[in-house]
């Protein structure tokens, strides 16, 4: 059985993420709590804090989760509606459960696990899909666990304004449209930035479920009113959220869309000037353009990459090597490692914006070499994925023998020049993604495209 996927179980909540499933998985989830050691009623390591989002269907499933987790024996914290972030902060010493669909559709949901301030790793992830398959029941009536209800949000803002502070300067004088897109990012964002100085306009600052006032994932297409908004005013810049908060988009006061691994280059290499590390690591995922390499070698680090979706594998596994990690990242998704091991959209609209007042965002924007980025999908059917990669890993450096090749997460090419392309199968969708980043980056997308359609007409 395989629930998870790169961000946890996520799907309809009517045929997926149904009650039913969020008492297994919480069940499973506390068993997981139990048998970590903290068996002793009370034992705050085998606690559970539990929370969801602002979703219509949230409170039934987080009943639904809790249920199944003090039916296993652990002890619920009910954490109630706040930001992922603030839930994976809650975690640190527990375990945590977030009911969150982040920015899928209002009809969906999710469940989120974390333990110590990361979420679950593969091999606690397959623990809890067999533990489901196995349809366990409850521990004995006396054994069964405790809740009660906890406040974490206004501990979370102030851990973030005091992490913001060690960065930057004051944001007094600074003005910032925060759209907040009816999600959680209305509960933490704008009183972040106004307690670190900044004047904030939110839109869309009330939480609600239906998402009524943008779709609740943050595109150039979502985002038109917050774009309209920054045009028309006097901002500094706008941010953008997702349904969860863990998601950023960031907004010049033109309106324009800093492109999101502009946005990584200019904190990776921030972090990089700011450690005293001797190898200080930035982690992040094959498809991250190569300005995140430039900037991050000119600032006297250098990048490791990891598949996506298991950026915590990725800073393990550099830590393992000797590297010291100041900073990991995806596209739109950032783990400030000096602030804890989580995704954390809030704590990098704190950053970006201490940055922003001490350099201005142009200034922040100039170093960074933005080469045209491309990206596209071929028709796969799941059944030839692997056999188009194999042919993929011959056929593409033979097409481009000047070029360096990786085959740890697909077919990734760098060319001497700095520009690059990536050939990965979805693991979600019935497509093979390329990406390419060049000066005539039109030109090597279709020429590699052209290439990987022969693999997948050619795979069995």
């Not at 933005?370 to 890993?393: F, H, I, Q, T």
């Amino acid at each position: 059985m395989e629930l998870f996927g790169t961000a946890g179980i996520r799907g309809s909540a009517r045929t997926r993420v149904t009650p039913e499933l969020a008492v297994a998985v919480g069940r499973a989830i506390g068993t997981e709590a139990v048998s970590s050691g903290g068996s002793e009623r009370g034992d705050e390591s085998a606690a559970v804090v539990v929370g969801r989002d602002g979703r219509t269907t949230g409170p039934a499933l987080a009943a639904a989760v809790e249920a199944g987790i003090e039916s296993a024996g652990a002890d619920v914290r009910r954490a109630g509606v706040l930001p992922t972030p603030a839930l994976a902060y809650a975690s640190v010493g527990r375990y945590g459960v977030m009911l969150t669909a982040s920015h899928n559709p209002p009809a969906d949901n999710g469940i989120k696990a974390f333990v110590d301030g990361e979420e679950f790793a593969r091999e606690r992830e397959r623990r809890v899909e067999a533990r489901v398959e196995d349809e366990r029941s409850p521990v004995a009536w006396d054994a069964w666990g405790d809740a009660e209800d906890v406040d974490v949000r206004s501990a979370y803002r102030d851990a973030v304004v005091a992490y913001a502070r060690r960065y930057g300067a004051s944001a007094e004088g600074l003005d910032v449209a925060v759209d907040c897109g009816n999600g959680m990012a209305a509960l933490g964002t704008p009183r972040v930035l106004r307690e670190l100085g900044a004047r904030v306009v939110t839109l869309n600052g009330q939480v609600d479920g239906h998402f009524p006032g943008r779709g609740s994932k943050p595109t150039p297409e979502t985002l038109a009113d917050l774009r309209a908004f920054l045009r028309d005013g006097e901002f500094d810049f706008g941010i953008a959220h997702d349904g969860d908060a863990d998601r950023i988009v960031v907004v010049d006061g033109e309106g324009e869309i800093l492109h999101e691994d502009t946005v990584v280059a200019i904190l990776a290499s921030h972090f990089v000037g700011a450690s005293d590390a001797a190898d200080p690591v930035v982690v992040t995922t094959p498809n991250a353009s190569g300005r995140i390499d430039e900037r991050v070698r000119d600032a006297g680090g250098r990048v490791e990459r990891v598949r996506l979706g298991a950026l915590h594998e990725g800073i393990a596994s550099a830590r393992a090597a000797g590297g010291d990690v100041v900073f990991a990242a995806e596209p739109w998704k950032h783990v400030h490692i000096p602030h804890g091991g989580w995704i954390d959209g809030i704590a990098s609209a704190a950053v970006l914006t201490r940055l922003v007042a001490a350099e201005g965002l142009d200034g922040l924007r100039g170093p960074v070499r933005e080469r045209p980025y491309r990206k596209l999908s071929v028709d796969c059917p799941d059944d030839r994925k692997a056999g188009a990669m194999e042919r993929l890993e011959s056929t593409l450096p033979a097409a481009f023998p000047d070029a360096s090749v990786d085959t740890e997460y697909g077919v990734r090419l760098e060319f001497p020049d700095g520009s690059w392309t990536l050939v990965r199968p979805s693991g979600t969708e019935p497509y093979v993604r390329v990406y390419g980043e060049a000066d005539e980056v039109d030109a090597l997308v279709d020429e590699v495209r052209s290439i990987v359609a022969a693999a997948v007409d050619g795979a069995t």
